[in-house]
């Protein structure tokens, strides 16, 4: 009769004990949740900021490839100026075509100073022709090197080009 009593004690009776053994199995359990997203979310960030970087990274080495071509033909094209009469069209039009890639993706500073050098250039061809000892006076005056404007806008935009965590690294 003691079993009966008993029975009829523990199944009449609703409980609201959890059992141990639940509540550190759950425990784990969201210990485990968290931790892998904690762990999914870093390693989502770091990987974001990495191809952050490395497009950067890109971006800039493109730029500095155009403007490099840039000066180097645009540098030919003010020679020839300084020595010839006669305009070559060509190398203009390949310039111009470098300063519409600039349009693209530079600042505008960039183009400006760009086109006003290459409009330079056709004046040149207008201009007499110089002279070796002439050549030398504008090289030693600094009127040699018209490309300063241009070239110095263009460090100034490459240098802005940092990514946002390297952006309190002090400037020399």
């Not at 892998?36 to 191809?51: C, D, I, K, P, S």
């Not at 950067?56 to 155009?66: C, F, G, M, S």
């Not at 349009?103 to 006003?116: G, H, K, L, M, Y």
Request: aromatic content about 8%.
């Amino acid at each position: 009769m003691r079993w009966l009593e008993v029975r009829t004690e523990h199944s009449g009776k609703q409980r609201d004990d959890m059992n141990p053994a639940y509540i550190s199995a759950f425990a784990a359990l969201a210990g485990s949740v968290i931790g892998g997203l904690t762990t999914f979310a870093a390693a989502w960030v770091t990987q974001r900021q990495q191809a952050n970087v490395q497009w950067l990274l890109q971006e800039k080495t493109r730029r500095q490839e155009l403007y490099q071509q840039f000066i180097e033909e645009a540098s030919r094209s003010y020679v020839d100026a300084l020595i010839h009469d006669q305009i070559a069209i060509a190398p203009l039009v390949s310039l111009y075509g470098l300063i519409n890639k600039m349009r693209v993706v530079s600042d505008p500073r960039i183009t400006e100073r760009a086109d006003q050098f290459v409009r330079m250039i056709v004046d040149t061809y207008d201009a007499p022709n110089k002279t070796l000892p002439e050549l030398r006076t504008m090289m030693e005056s600094g009127a040699l090197d018209p490309l300063r404007d241009f070239s110095e806008t263009c460090r100034a935009e490459l240098s802005a080009l940092v990514p946002a965590n390297f952006s309190h690294r002090p400037t020399m």
